[in-house]
């Protein structure tokens, strides 16, 4: 016999992924997750499904907290964790226009994957849009040499001033 966290387990995931084709079945997936999260609030599974469900349904709020909430209890899992917060830095810049919010996740991803890609072409992104040129500059330092210039010991990094003349 299943207990009460194994039928909602069963409940969510088969729920959470038919829900994706209508709205009101999106929203009974998201109260059975809600339900499952309830008893079971470190359940990966239903976070990440649920936090999809909620930017489907332009939940964007919720959305962000179940992948804040999934970034802390996937602590063991940093691939989860850099999935969750990549995706939270994406509601929170272009959903609801938090880029100082955006930016301190991005500085997160970055602590624990110093040269991720896509977490530095975010926060160029970022620096460029506002006009923060010191800052794009050290973050494309960071992408092309893995530091800054003043960070690099061996003095061998070419003058970013002769930029202009840089083919395209």
Not at 43 to 53: F, G, P, V, Y
Not at 61 to 66: F, H, T, W
Not at 69 to 76: G, I, W, Y
Not at 130 to 155: A, Q, Y
Request: aromatic share 4%.
């Amino acid at each position: 016999m299943l207990g009460k966290v194994d039928r909602l387990e069963v409940i969510g995931q088969g729920g959470a992924k038919r829900g994706l084709s209508s709205l009101s079945l999106a929203t009974a997936a998201i109260e059975v997750l809600q339900a499952l999260l309830s008893v079971d609030p470190a359940h990966r599974q239903a976070l990440a499904e649920i936090s999809e469900l909620c930017s489907v349904q332009n939940r964007w709020r919720e959305a962000e907290g179940y992948l804040e909430q999934l970034s802390d209890v996937a602590r063991d899992d940093p691939e989860t964790v850099r999935d969750a917060l990549l995706q939270r830095c994406h509601i929170l810049e272009d959903q609801l226009g938090e880029e100082d919010r955006a930016l301190e996740v991005l500085e997160r991803i970055l602590g624990q994957f110093p040269r991720d890609r896509e977490a530095l072409e975010h926060c160029l992104a970022i620096y460029k849009r506002r006009g923060n040129w010191e800052k794009t500059v050290e973050v494309l330092e960071e992408m092309v040499h893995g530091g800054s210039i003043s960070e690099r010991v061996d003095g061998t990094t070419p003058s970013l001033a002769g930029a202009a003349s840089w083919p395209r």
